[in-house]
């Protein structure tokens, strides 16, 4: 089975901001959802964030740290948490046990043939990121991700600990 490539398209509308992940979507692409997560931070006239999951095959740990960020950063500013739609159950399975519904609304919906903002979705330009900035970038999702929950908290207090340690060890 061929694996696609993860990409990231994205869209602001009246007040709407859509971010779909698609494919296979990995670490490689965190400093592009970085980027997208403090675009979000300082968009004036924000009222709504949909993320939507559907055409995503996967979606690792360090990915799903930053779409938390995206959460964080939107915090206090919108008037609902913002919306996650997924229809593939290993997906929405991961989101269920990182604890996702505490800080987005999670829905399941069908893919449905593109029609009005969801045209306007253009393709995010891959943020590059040198092997330091990589493995800041997923140290600082995985800290997100640990103070999700302490099932979290458990699973990757030793990744954590063991990239802290290489930092240490390199300065």
Do not use: W, Y
Not at 32 to 53: K, N, S, W
Not at 117 to 138: F, T
């Amino acid at each position: 089975m061929l694996i696609e490539e993860g990409r990231i398209k994205a869209a602001f509308e009246s007040g709407v901001f859509v971010l779909k992940l698609c494919g296979d979507v990995r670490l490689t692409l965190c400093a592009t959802l970085d980027t997208q997560a403090q675009r979000l931070a300082e968009t004036p006239g924000l009222q709504a964030v949909m993320i939507d999951l559907r055409e995503a095959t996967n979606v690792d740990s360090t990915a799903l740290g930053f779409l938390a960020k995206v959460a964080m950063a939107v915090k206090g500013r919108l008037e609902q948490a913002p919306t996650i739609i997924v229809d593939n159950q290993d997906v929405r399975q991961m989101l269920d046990v990182m604890g996702f519904a505490r800080f987005f609304t999670l829905m399941e919906a069908p893919l449905q043939p593109t029609t009005g903002l969801s045209s306007a979705l253009e393709e995010v330009p891959e943020v590059p990121a040198n092997e330091d900035a990589m493995r800041e970038r997923i140290l600082e999702a995985h800290r997100i991700l640990m103070h999700m929950n302490d099932h979290n908290r458990e699973q990757f207090q030793p990744l954590v600990d063991m990239l802290e340690s290489q930092e240490t060890a390199q300065h």
